[in-house]
Structure formats: structure tokens, C-alpha cells
């Protein structure tokens, strides 16, 4: 199992600990990115992403690693504290870059069998809303399966943390685990994300951005092919 673990912050707080966790409770290969330390740039709305090609994106090469990474992984946990509600400054940016991938446009086939976890935690409340910020984008990517999971831990350190409060959440983490070892390999996209394809696949027979269209019809979504099994 290849896991890759995208860090909302460069340091190693309490939503680090949980994804470090969760990752130990999984096995295999693990890949992280902390941000910004590996990517701090924000999008320049220059659009070429969308109208012409991702590798025209100004900071693409800089971009290139994460993307492989996203792409050989069979899980992706996107793991952010909150702040004012929401995920990190430095996860948004990352995002931005990937507004290309979602489904109105290039998706990559492989994100319909993946599995994602949108991780979060909070001294206080605000954790719903940022694993919403976080889902938002599995969702559009076509992540075939999201988990979400998000905990108050009362504290604003790791070390803080109340020991039966660790307890109940690496028993939550540990459970976690289990179900998305058991789905490896056997992850279908749920009728939300069909849904949303086979609507999308309507709009690109249509009147519609032409790198978008011809990635579709290079892949065969606008026939009968499908990018899951």
C-alpha cells in the first residue's frame, strides 16, 4: 500500500501526530509533504491550467512531485489544523493549483479507485468545516471513497492532550485503518460521484473548453468508456 499525506502546516502538532498514526495503524509505504516547506505558492489566476495545459502553470516543476505522489498513492490523507475555521493557508494554495483535475475538467482515471482521508483537529471547534474545505476537493478529484475525521483535542499541543482523550482517538484511528485496509483495491465511486461524471460528460459534448474536451475524448469518457472498473 503506497500512502501519501499531504501536511497543512510544517510543523509537528497534533494533526501531524493523528497522521503519523493513522499512517503507522496502515503499513506500507508512506510519502509526506509539509506545507509550505515543499510548496508555498499561491495561484496567479493566469487560467492556462484550464485552458491549455497544467505543465504552463508557473510553478509547475515545483508542483511535479506532489502530483506524482498523488497519483501513485492508493491512500491520500489531507491532514489540516483548523484555522479561523478552515484549512491552512498553505493547503488552499496547494488546492488552487488543482482546480484543473476536478471533474468539470482533466481528472486523473486513477482518483476513482483511490481512498482519502480528510484529517483534522482543533483546540476548540471547527473541525467539520475544514474536512468540508478538504472534501470539496477529493470529491471534484473523483477520490472514490472519503473518510472524514476531525477531534476537538482541547489542547494546543500534542503533549497537551488529556491521555484518556489520545486513547479514545487512537482507538477511533486504529478502526478507521481497518476499514480502508480491507477496500484497497476493491474501491468503486459511489452514485454521487457517477452522478456528477456522467454530467459533466454531457457538458464536454457540448460547446466547452477544447483541452478539456479533447483530454475526454482522448480517454474515451465521452463513449463507453469509464474511469473505473
Known amino acids: ?21 493513522l499512517c503507522e495503524q496502515l503499513g506500507g509505504e508512506v510519502t509526506e ?13 493566469c487560467t492556462r491550467c484550464f485552458t491549455q495545459s497544467e505543465t504552463l502553470c508557473p510553478h509547475a516543476r515545483a508542483l511535479a512531485p506532489i502530483t506524482r505522489a498523488l497519483d501513485e498513492a492508493d491512500v491520500i490523507i489531507l491532514a489540516s489544523p483548523v484555522y479561523v475555521y478552515h484549512v491552512t493557508g498553505p493547503m488552499k494554495a496547494l488546492l488552487d493549483h488543482y482546480g484543473w ?8 482515471e ?24 478538504l472534501a470539496h476537493s477529493t470529491f471534484f478529484w473523483g477520490v472514490g ?16 492532550v488529556d491521555p484518556r482523550r489520545r486513547e479514545r482517538i487512537q482507538a477511533g484511528l486504529t478502526a478507521l485503518a481497518r476499514k480502508i485496509t480491507r477496500r484497497v483495491g476493491k474501491v468503486r465511486p459511489g452514485w454521487r460521484t457517477k452522478g456528477f461524471f456522467y454530467l459533466v460528460r454531457r457538458l464536454q459534448k457540448g460547446e466547452w ?16 468508456v469509464r474511469p473505473w472498473r
Not at 483535475?101 to 486523473?108: E, I, N, S
Not at 471513497?145 to 497537551?160: A, D, E, I, L, P
Open 33 to 45: 509533504f509539509f506545507l509550505p516547506r515543499d510548496f508555498g505558492a499561491f495561484c496567479v489566476g
Open 209 to 224: 473548453n477544447q483541452a478539456d474536451r479533447a483530454y475526454w475524448q482522448e480517454k474515451g469518457w465521452d463513449g463507453g
Open 145 to 160: 471513497r472519503t473518510y472524514r475525521y476531525g477531534v476537538n483535542v482541547r489542547s494546543t499541543s500534542w503533549q497537551g
Open 101 to 108: 483535475r476536478w471533474m468539470l475538467h482533466r481528472p486523473q
Open 110 to 133: 486513477s482518483m476513482f479507485t483511490k481512498q482519502a482521508v480528510c484529517l483534522s483537529t482543533a483546540a476548540g471547534a471547527g473541525t467539520r468545516q475544514t474536512n468540508r474545505d
Open 1 to 21: 500500500m503506497k500512502i501519501t499525506v499531504l501536511h497543512g502546516q510544517s510543523h509537528r502538532g497534533s494533526t501531524y501526530h493523528l497522521a503519523r498514526f
